[in-house]
């Protein structure tokens, strides 16, 4: 037991290392984006007028690669990408957003999967409330009362630990 | 008299076959009268016979350019190659569907050769279930979509086929795609039979999980060479890009992958029984559901080149599908008790629940996405696209999750874990997983999606590698060497040892997706002769095109130097092909050269004259992961299904017994050996 606190206390220390070194690197000292990557985040979330189903960073259409001059441009003369999103979306219509923009009705496209996620998990853990406390009735065999029995019995919970650790080593390839 | 006559009365005789079978195998079932299921028997492999007519006779009538057929006609010319003339076969719609029905017979016929060894009372079933479903393919074939009407003057030569078609993957891409869509319909069949006879024992079991974990590597390797055309064709420098079509063959995929962790508690604990049924239909109308959607052009897609009002027809199919399904299932719902209870959420049985729900949830999401223009429109608000970016928004969170769950899921024990011997087991994976991300941001990496990725996957690769390293010393201390140690290992433990290949091929694929999609880099140029375009660590140099003409097709072709650290690599030719008929659909040959890991993918966009071209340069880092990620997939989905011979079973008991007896102590080795002939003889 002591052993494993000792590594408890190894892993905070080396999760405190990492996280110390991922808040320095990834945000007090970020690398500046090139004006490549900008572009490319802005065309891939613009949809290709003419194409079936395609970014504009991902269409060959003649019409992409002029959008992308036109991303390029306005990135260099300092607006933001948010800013340059906003100036096609007022052009060309929402329709060019690639998706949907967060707002009104189409909230519900972004709602819907965090929805679903959520009933998915009620769901389940509905059933394991129901399968713990419904489960077929069964006849009482040694193996319940072993369950059922309080754990402060010494000699008894020295055989439970035993049986998990005997579990836990022999268990490495049927668990 | 012509073949494609010969082909109309053999679909026919094809749809009276496939009639009589379905009843014949109801009626010997329900009758109990054996030489009823006997002749049902023989009516499947009939229905083969004819189909493999009717497939021939158009296979004739491409290779004879007998254009007289429309379809014929339509898909190809006389100045196509003749393995493309061969592909064409199944480019179009009633090709396809033909090609559908032809393999959907086939495996009928190999599951009625192996019928022995399935359970005999659920065989006139499936075979029933599985000639419902060939009747309406033949018949769609025979009414409205066949592929053998004539013109009433044939014309002097065909349009030929779609240039995007016309690539080494088309000869492989779309059959195995559409096999893997068809081959749901067996695990489909076998949830039929068992719901219509109440049978859902062991053995129903066994046969299901081999036919879906078939139809799940099938559909694994349809979904690689998909991605694999794509990249090598489509130009864009990417291989996935959540197309509505892209998504449909992925969500039998998904729903098959989560059938086939949920068995295993079915298997070992006898529950889940109404969510696995659940599964396995849902995974057959999803795959309907997909060549529905493929064919009907309801959302617009990259694949547009299908489109037919045969639509409507798979979305009655549809319907009837589920509806016949939705009835039998509230029909035995009763029969379908745990047989079991739960107990604790740290167990496999709980990590497998994980399992279903992450799987089926990025189902769900990507399905709300691919519909959402549907409801969109039907709001009456503009029909909105759904893009990629939509996508990788929700799903990616919930796969980093996933891959979490298989690196902790395999170290839980059934029922109940104790905390610190799984912390025990976790420790080397989180060590693993701490230096990943300790080294990944100083050596540069500074995305932070990318590196929860990298360390997520060096986590659970390392859980992975841990688990077979511990296996292999066990057997090393009984005497084996190391690699003969590993080699028996996976053979002995087929299904466990096969899976966690697959789980290492997913691994390898998700660190592909992730360096590809967090580091990819792309820049256009316009040059002109002698001017050079430089990304990354490689400089291009360009000299001009070249136009070539060959009989069937013109080349355009551009020539570029490539330059890598300051040192002469490589000449590279993008090029674009015109093919007679498609003038202004060149198709692209984009040069792609690999090196370290990193492709370097070049795109001829435009071309003014011999001296100037704009291209598409792109890095992609990582992407050979994924396709040997992939072909790992493959290798251990093979293996997890590959049978055993019984003899060897046999062999390997009397193995285990002999070793029991002598050398080992019976404390020690009753914990090994019993549940080790259990597995055995559940496998």
Known sequence: MKNSRRSLLLLLALLALVGAIWLYVLFVAPQPRTLDQQVDDVASQLKCPVCQHESVADSSAAIAQQMRQVIRQQLQSGRSEQQVLRYFADHYGDDILLTPPPQGFHLLAWLMPVALLLIGLGLVSFVLRDWRLKGRPRPATADDSFAELPLDDPELESYRAQLERELAEDDLLFG | ?????????????????????????????????????????????????????????????????????????????????????????????????????????????????????????LVPYVIATLMGIELFFVLTLVTVSSPFVRFPHA???????????????????????????????????????????????????????????????????????????????????????WDPVENAALFPWLVSTAFLHSTMVQERRGMLKVWNLGLVIAAFALSIFGTFEVRSGLISSVHSFAYSPIGGYFLAFLCVVVLFSLGLFIFRLPKLRPEQEFDSVVSREGSFLLNNFLLVGITAATLWGTLFPLISQSFGHVSETVGAPFYNQVDGPIFVALLLAMGVGPLLA?????????????????????????????????????????????????????????????????????????????????????GYIVHLGLILLAVGIIGSHAFQQEHDANLTSGQAVTIGDYRLVFFGNADTTYPDVETIAAQLQVWHNGQLEDFIYPARNFYPNFQNEPASAISITTDNLTDLYVFLADWQGPSQASFRVFLNPLVPLIWCGGLLMLFGGIICWWPERRRRRIEYARELLSAHRQAIPPQTAAPIAAPAGEEEARA
């Open chain 2, 155 to 241: 014309p002097a030569d065909g349009a030929g086929l779609n240039p995007l078609l016309r690539d080494p993957g088309m000869l492989i891409h779309p059959p195995t795609l559409l096999m893997g869509f068809m081959s749901f319909s067996l695990p489909f069949a076998f949830a039929v039979a068992a719901m219509i006879t109440g049978r859902l024992d062991s053995e129903w079991l066994r046969s299901i999980r081999r036919w879906t974990l078939a139809a799940w590597s099938i559909q694994t390797a349809g979904l690689l060479l998909g991605m694999w055309w794509s990249y090598h064709v489509l130009g864009w420098g990417g291989y996935w890009e």
């Open chain 2, 1 to 121: 008299m012509h073949f494609s006559d010969l082909g109309v009365i053999a679909l026919i005789l094809a749809l009276g076959f496939a009639a009589y079978t379905l009843l014949a195998a109801v009626l010997g079932a329900a009758r109990a009268f054996p030489p009823l299921v006997t002749s049902a028997k023989r009516g499947g492999l009939a229905v083969m016979f004819c189909l493999l007519l009717a497939s021939a006779a158009l296979a004739i009538s491409f290779l004879s350019h007998d254009f007289g057929v429309v379809y014929v006609a339509d898909q190809s010319n006389r100045s196509m190659p003749w393995y493309f003339v061969a592909a064409a076969f199944y480019s179009g719609q009633e090709g396809s569907l033909l090609y559908w029905a032809l393999m959907l017979s086939v495996f009928s016929s190999i599951f009625i050769f192996t019928s022995r060894r399935a359970p005999a009372a």
């Open chain 2, 414 to 498: 059934w029922r109940r874990t104790a905390l610190h011997a799984l912390w025990r087991n976790l420790l080397t994976p989180t060590l693993l997983a701490a230096a990943c991300a300790l080294i990944l941001p100083l050596a540069g990496v500074r995305d932070v999606a990318a590196n929860i990725g990298f360390t997520v996957c060096a986590f659970t690769a390392g859980a992975i590698l841990y688990e077979l390293w511990r296996g292999m010393r066990v057997r090393h201390k009984h005497g084996e060497p190391y690699p003969v140690a590993l080699v028996l290992l996976i053979q002995r433990y087929r299904r466990r040892y096969g």
